[in-house]
């Protein structure tokens, strides 16, 4: 299984930036899918994650409204649109997914995801 993240960037507050990751080696709607992320200093954390087999989504509160979790079927990827981007949205984004078609209170945990990303920098100036 492979993800493989892109779409980082620097930007300025305020801007728009969409972040892609591509899977491959598994079936994209055998499990859920998750953007986590890791500012210097401080633990990975849940951004967003889609439940692919019923496009269920849930959204960390610092993101909600500003950042939209979307896929393309066809191309086996899901996206990140940012928008309205804020200084404390600087960090590293990595894409995860875990198989399994089962939701629990765990989901927004990094340890619960199996399969990761390398990771896409994105860097808000004020």
């Known amino acids: 299984v492979q993800l493989q993240a892109s779409g980082g960037g620097l930007a300025q507050a305020g801007d728009s930036l969409r972040l892609s990751c591509t899977s491959s080696g598994r079936t994209f709607r055998s499990g859920p899918m998750a953007w986590f992320r890791q500012a210097p200093g401080k633990e990975r954390e849940f951004v967003a994650r889609m439940d692919m087999w019923s496009y269920n989504t849930d959204y960390a509160d610092s993101v909600k409204g500003r950042f939209t979790f979307s896929r393309d079927n066809a191309k086996n990827t899901i996206y990140l649109e940012m928008n309205s981007l804020k200084p404390e949205d600087t960090a590293v984004y990595y894409c995860?997914?875990?198989?399994?078609?089962?939701?629990?209170?765990?989901?927004?945990?990094?340890?619960?995801?199996?399969?990761w990303g390398q990771g896409t920098k994105v860097t808000v100036s004020s």
């Open positions: 995860a997914a875990r198989n399994g078609r089962i939701v629990t209170s765990s989901m927004r945990l990094a340890g619960a995801y199996s399969y």
